[in-house]
């Protein structure tokens, strides 16, 4: 259990000890919090037949198939591979297993990991178990965006919501997974993370910081009248998804440092046209994944950049 999630796990313990746990828990809040671990902890405490202080013991039958993931009264909805939605046949088919009679325990769980996924039919579909689920069924749903989800899926589940940690306690755990990168590293990551641990870790794992600091000397040197190394602009858009975000982050940053919000980072323009720069990078983003050509649409940007800043001299 990662350290920052004991909590959830305690409050959901103890909800579940006091009968106060409803059918339907939705454990909500930002990616990289590790949301997924505590519902796969949550439906093994459901399914475990002999738990230990609270935990599922790891020794029972259910343990052992949920282990090997051939539990047959665990139902669980995920996006199709052909498909980017949770679809309506997916759902139906989960209604149905969580009709079913339990194969081992008192209890059958369906497990959607990606709740905000559900197409409009879908969440209708999942409505009815919602509002007259059979007995001991449940439904742990997980969710990054849960404003995305229908106000009357939310309304008939149990919300809990999953905090980024202390910064403090986020930093000692930076320090212990990835030991290569120093603390100013861990400290940028986990800004650009939004508090998230995971989402910092992938950062430094990735080396997708370095290659945000690569962007932000690039954009830096720009603004002092020098100009692109040659093909950087197609090196970027082999990343787009990647040089858009951290194209949008650093303008964000220099927004909110010409404006006097937070830490002075040395903005390199004014607020306004930096936050002109800001909204056209999330638009580059939003555009990249239509069929623009990434080299044409970064580059249109970066030109639009450069036209901040008259040539010196």
Do not use: Y
Not at 170 to 192: G, T
Not at 207 to 219: D, K, T, W
Not at 286 to 313: C, M, Q, T, V
């Amino acid at each position: 259990m990662l350290p920052w999630l004991r909590t959830c796990r305690d409050h959901l313990n103890q909800s579940l000890a006091n009968e106060r746990l409803g059918h339907a828990p939705l454990l909500h809040g930002p990616a990289g919090l590790g949301k997924r671990s505590l519902a796969d902890w949550l439906v093994r405490r459901l399914l475990c037949l002999a738990p230990n202080d609270g935990n599922p013991c790891g020794a029972c039958r259910a343990c052992q198939l949920l282990d090997s993931g051939t539990h047959p009264d665990l139902f669980a909805a995920a996006v199709p591979e052909d498909r980017t939605q949770l679809t309506v046949d997916v759902i139906r088919e989960l209604n149905r297993g969580l009709e079913l009679t339990p194969a081992l325990g008192p209890r059958r769980i369906g497990l959607i990991a990606e709740a905000d996924q559900m197409n409009r039919n879908a969440a209708n579909a999942l409505l009815k178990t919602l509002e007259e689920p059979a007995g001991q069924a449940w439904l742990v749903l997980v969710s990054d965006r849960p404003d995305a989800l229908p106000a009357t899926v939310l309304s008939r589940c149990q919300k809990l919501a999953v905090r980024p940690p202390p910064t403090e306690q986020a930093m000692a755990w930076l320090a212990e997974e990835v030991k290569a990168a120093d603390p100013a590293q861990h400290e940028l990551a986990l800004e650009v993370a939004g508090g998230a641990p995971l989402r910092a870790r992938q950062l430094l794992q990735e080396q997708s910081l370095e290659f945000g600091l690569e962007i932000r000397s690039a954009l830096l040197e720009m603004a002092k009248g020098n100009v692109l190394e040659p093909g950087l602009t197609e090196t970027w858009a082999g990343r787009a998804d990647e040089a858009w975000h951290w194209l949008a982050f650093w303008t964000r940053q220099w927004t909110g440092s010409a404006l006097g919000l937070g830490e002075d980072t040395g903005a390199p323009a004014d607020a306004e046209r930096l936050a002109e720069r800001w909204q056209a990078a999330l638009t580059g983003r939003a555009l990249a994944d239509g069929s623009i050509r990434a080299d044409l649409l970064l580059g249109k940007w970066l030109l639009e950049w450069e036209a901040l800043f008259p040539p010196r001299g």
